[in-house]
């Protein structure tokens, strides 16, 4: 016999799953899946070998490190530049009138609001990709090719 997908599911004791939150957790774990690839996808050009050295040799570096960050991967910016830009924009409204009217006006208002918000991250993320870039040119033998186009690579693929 068999018995419905809630029937089955409140035998084990759970609560019964509707279609929006099993598309939601689906979502959830595919992101966490591709966000755990991307750790392991280095910047072109970059000697890994070269910049774990670099890492160890350094006194005060913390065993903390992200991983990401540590294998200088594609995802080594994380969510930094979309938190800075909705923390900024955020400030910004306690001095722009124009900004505080437009984070107020409903649903469309925050919608344009939210755009702001990610325009701002998209920002932030070339202009800390391009420091990330410019730092890795700094250091001898980390990167294979400097120059412009490593400088492209690396802010595209952050």
Not at 15 to 33: E, Q, Y
Not at 100 to 123: C, N, Q, T, V, Y
Request: glycine share 10%; with cysteine.
């Amino acid at each position: 016999m068999d018995l419905p997908r809630h029937s089955r599911l409140a035998e084990f004791g759970l609560p019964a799953l509707s279609p929006d939150t099993a598309k939601r957790i689906a979502f959830t774990l595919g992101a966490l899946v591709i966000w755990r690839l991307g750790c392991f996808v280095p910047l072109p050009g970059v000697s890994l070998d070269v910049f774990a050295q670099l890492l160890r040799a350094q006194p005060g570096s913390s065993p903390f490190v992200s991983e990401a960050v540590a294998r200088v991967s594609v995802f080594s910016l994380g969510v930094s530049p979309y938190v800075g830009s909705y923390v900024l924009l955020h400030v910004l409204c306690a001095f722009s009138q124009r900004l505080r009217d437009l984070r107020r006006a409903g649903p469309s208002g925050w919608e344009r609001f939210s755009h702001l918000i990610r325009f701002g991250a998209l920002l932030l993320a070339v202009y800390q990709g391009y420091g990330i870039a410019v730092g890795l040119e700094a250091v001898p033998n980390v990167t294979s090719h400097p120059g412009f186009f490593f400088r492209t690579g690396v802010v595209v693929s952050l």
